[in-house]
Every structure is written in structure tokens, then in C-alpha cells.
């Protein structure tokens, strides 16, 4: 509830607050604010507190009014075009926008712990080992030499030796060379398209998937395919359509606990999916975020494959700090030097310092044993976000695994989502992981930040607002 202060009327505040989240992008370009009557019931304001206030954003900038309709965030952009019918690519700029997840991850919505967030809480990664490896590395004269030059343009010899044993233990064979150095993950995949397609080019990716991904593509100008992921793997009737008609050069899938549903490839599917990518003559690139929580056996497509059509991208944000910017991609010897010659044009180089520390910690096992600790820790979060969110009269429309739960809550959570930013908690709603924006009764958790039956208490009390 609002209280109005000598500094601020009631006015000013509900102005303000609406006004911090739509230049945060927590309300997104072409959102629907909450009518003048529920608004003030939400905020325990009067109707005409909320009319003033929807008055100061209106000669802000940041709505418009809509004979009949009401109150609207502006559009940065024009709408993207309907989504075309029969298997048609979406064409323009996706509805759903990415940045709006991106600028939640940096905007501190409260204390509280975040379900929506896409990271382990910081906490969980404190440890005492990376700074000590940066601090062995610089004290190395031979380091204090390389800092005052370019870095090796692939990445650090020493990095890409350990990288190429750790996907050993993948079954993916990858030798050094074989293997470049990036800033996260993000960058590889970033890296990958900007080599291998032109703007125009028809690109598969799984749906619902990575929002960043969707717009990411869409704004190089690639005409987004969206595929239906199910349990087992990608839809491929639908992709097979999709390569008749259309021609895709690249399909990008993340094969192993899948965001947000936590699905894993079967080999079967693999199979006829690797089929599909010969036959048709399309690239895979293969994004194994999560490999450091997942289990060794689980199917990838890079090993099965051994890197003839594929391309495998991972980093360790997630796994060591959101802000330790390394990643790295694998691929066939064929593509690498096209692949490096991007990554120079972009980067240059990756930075020395931290790659030297990260292979430290990898050859003495650190990063094993952290990530053994976190697994552990996740297994124990999970069981608990799990019944907590059963009691909470919530189902899981896919099997709760990894770090992500796919909930089903009985609600439009985009609407869920907006007074749950009241009590300070920022959620991910079901419309934010499909390629254009549509109504959405799900929702996305972390495991790790839903442990709190403060947060489940008043998830309930929110969505019986809102039904």
C-alpha cells in the first residue's frame, strides 16, 4: 500500500512507480495497465489518485490512452506483424521483450528472493578459490608479460587444453584447436550466427525457449521458426515442414534441462534429428548451459554427432558468478577459422587473466567439487520449491528437474506477474518464452530462490486476486 508522505503525494508515488518499471522494462512496450478501478484497489488509492497518476505518465511519454481500451506502455517499435499461419515463420521484431528479462536480472526488485530470476542466488557462489586463482596468476611474471599484449586469438592454450578434457568426459571429442574462447555463452551463440546466416535466413529454435534468443535473431533480421519442444526432444514433423518449405540453415537447441521446461534429448529422438540435419543440410548448434548441474550420461547431440553438423556452446556464469564472462564454443575444424575471424572483428581477444584462473581451478578439481556442492544443494532446494508449489495448488507441466520448474498456476501470470511486483517479487511469466506473445497460465521458477513459504503465501493470496 501507498502512504502519502511530505515529500511525495500519493500521486507522485503510484506516478513513480509505474514510471521505474516501464524505463526498466519490467512493463513492456504495448503492456496494458490495470484499469483506474483495479489499479486503485491493488494500491488502496482513490480513482481519481490513479487518474492523476496515469495523467503524469501520459505527459511523460511513457503511456497512451486508447478510446475504450484504456492505458497502454508506449511502443519503442512498431508491432511485429501477426504471426503467419501453416508453419510461416515470424517475421519483424517478436512481441515478447527480451529486454525486459535481461534488465530484471540487473534491476533490484526488493530483497526478497526472485522466483523469475535466471541464476543461482549469490550466495550459492561464494567461494574462496577464484580469487585465489586470479591472485596465482598475476603473480606470475610470465602473466605480468602477456597482460601487455593481445591475448591468443583461439583463447589461452591452457584453458582450451582443460576445456577439451572436460567435454571428453562428455563424450564430446574436441581438441584444442578445435575450440575458441568467449565472453559467455551469449557471445558463442552470437558468434555462431553472425557466421553461419545473413539477415533474411530462416533459423529454427525450440519453443518455449530462451526469450533473449527469439529477439536476439530477430533483431540480426533472421526469420524465427519457432519449434515445439516436447518431452523428448523437438517437434520434427514440424521441423521437417519447416525444412521443405523454408530451407533453415541453423537449428539452435538446448538439449540437455532445456529452460524453461527442464526437458532432456532421448536418443531417439537424436537420432532422427541428426537424420533431419543431414538430409536437409542444416547446422545444430547445441547449447549446454546447464552441463555443470546436468549428468554426464545425458544425450547430447555434439557427441553422438561428433561435431559434423554440430556446434556446442556452454560457459560458466551460471555455475561460478553471473559476472565471470567466459564461454566457449566447439566445432568442426572447417568452420573454425570462419568462426575465429568473427570473433575477432567483435572482440579481438577474450581476456587472459581470467581465462588462466579458470583453467587453474579446473586442472586442481575446484570447479568439480563446486559444482558437486551445488548439485547437492539444488537437490535439496528442488524438493522443497516442489511441495511447497503443490500445496500452493500448483501442478508441473513438466517433470521438476535442474534448476528450472515449468508451473502451471490457473492464472494469466502476465497479469500475475504485474501484482506480484507489488510485493516484490519479480516473476517469469509463460508469454515471455515463446517467439511472439500470447496468454499464458505458466510460469517459470527457480528452484533455488522458491524455497520461502513467505513467497508461496502470498503467490496464493496475489492469484486469488487475480481469478
Known amino acids: 500500500m501507498l502512504m502519502k508522505t511530505p515529500a511525495q503525494s500519493l500521486t507522485e508515488q503510484l506516478s513513480a512507480r509505474f514510471g521505474e518499471r516501464i524505463r526498466n522494462r519490467l512493463l513492456a512496450p504495448g503492456a496494458r495497465l490495470p484499469s483506474v478501478r483495479q489499479c486503485a484497489q491493488q494500491h488502496g488509492v482513490s480513482p481519481s489518485t490513479v487518474v492523476a497518476a496515469y495523467d503524469q505518465l501520459l505527459a511523460q511519454g511513457l503511456v497512451e490512452a486508447r478510446k475504450n481500451r484504456g492505458f497502454f506502455v508506449r511502443e519503442a517499435a512498431p508491432a511485429a506483424a501477426e504471426r503467419p499461419q501453416s508453419g510461416e515463420p515470424a517475421q519483424g521484431t517478436p512481441p515478447v521483450n527480451a529486454t525486459a528479462l535481461i534488465r530484471g536480472m540487473f534491476h533490484k526488485v526488493s530483497d526478497k528472493p526472485q522466483p523469475g530470476m535466471g541464476v543461482f542466488p549469490s550466495d550459492w557462489l561464494e567461494s574462496a578459490f577464484m580469487p585465489a586463482a586470479v591472485r596465482k596468476v598475476t603473480g606470475t611474471r610470465a602473466l605480468q608479460d602477456f597482460s601487455l599484449q593481445y591475448g591468443e586469438p583461439l583463447g589461452d592454450t591452457g584453458l582450451r587444453r582443460a576445456l577439451s578434457q572436460k567435454l571428453a568426459t562428455l563424450n564430446v571429442q574436441a581438441a584444442p584447436e578445435q575450440i575458441i574462447t568467449t565472453v559467455g555463452a551469449t557471445h558463442a551463440l552470437d558468434i555462431v550466427s553472425r557466421t553461419l546466416l545473413r539477415p533474411g535466413d530462416p533459423v529454427m529454435v525450440e519453443e518455449p525457449g530462451w526469450a533473449v534468443e527469439f529477439a536476439r535473431l530477430a533483431a540480426l533480421g533472421m526469420r524465427i521458426l519457432p519449434v515445439p519442444r516436447r518431452a523428448d526432444g523437438p517437434d520434427l514433423d514440424v521441423m521437417a515442414r519447416y525444412c521443405e518449405a523454408h530451407q533453415p540453415k541453423l537449428y539452435v537447441s538446448v538439449s540437455v534441462f532445456h529452460n524453461p521446461t527442464g526437458y532432456c534429448l ?108 551445488i548439485r547437492t544443494r539444488l537437490d535439496a532446494a528442488r524438493a522443497r520449491s516442489v511441495k511447497l508449489a503443490l500445496g500452493a495448488g500448483c501442478s508441473f507441466a513438466a517433470e521438476p528437474v535442474g534448476l528450472f520448474g515449468w508451473v502451471e498456476t490457473g492464472v494469466d501470470t502476465d497479469a500475475l506477474s504485474q501484482r506480484m511486483l507489488d510485493e516484490g517479487y519479480l516473476l517469469a511469466p509463460g508469454a515471455l518464452f515463446h517467439a511472439e506473445r500470447k496468454p499464458s497460465t505458466l510460469m517459470r521458477i527457480n528452484f533455488a530462490t522458491t524455497q520461502d513459504a513467505a513467497f508461496w503465501k502470498v503467490f496464493q493470496r496475489v492469484r486469488a486476486r487475480v481469478k
Open 266 to 373: 532421448s536418443p531417439g529422438s537424436a537420432h532422427r534429428l541428426l537424420q533431419l540435419a543431414n538430409r536437409h543440410e542444416f547446422h545444430i548448434v547445441e547449447d549446454d548451459t546447464y552441463s555443470h548441474i546436468a549428468p554426464l550420461y545425458a544425450t547430447r547431440l555434439t557427441a553422438l554427432d561428433g561435431l559434423a553438423r554440430t556446434i556446442y556452446v556452454s560457459g560458466f556464469a551460471k555455475i561460478l558468478a553471473p559476472n565471470w564472462r567466459i564461454g566457449f564454443l566447439a566445432a568442426h575444424p572447417s568452420l573454425i577459422e570462419q568462426l575465429l575471424d568473427t570473433k575477432l572483428l567483435a572482440t579481438l581477444t577474450t581476456p587472459a587473466l581470467l581465462e588462466k584462473a579458470l583453467a587453474l581451478c579446473m586442472e586442481q578439481g575446484q570447479l568439480r567439487r563446486h559444482a558437486e556442492r
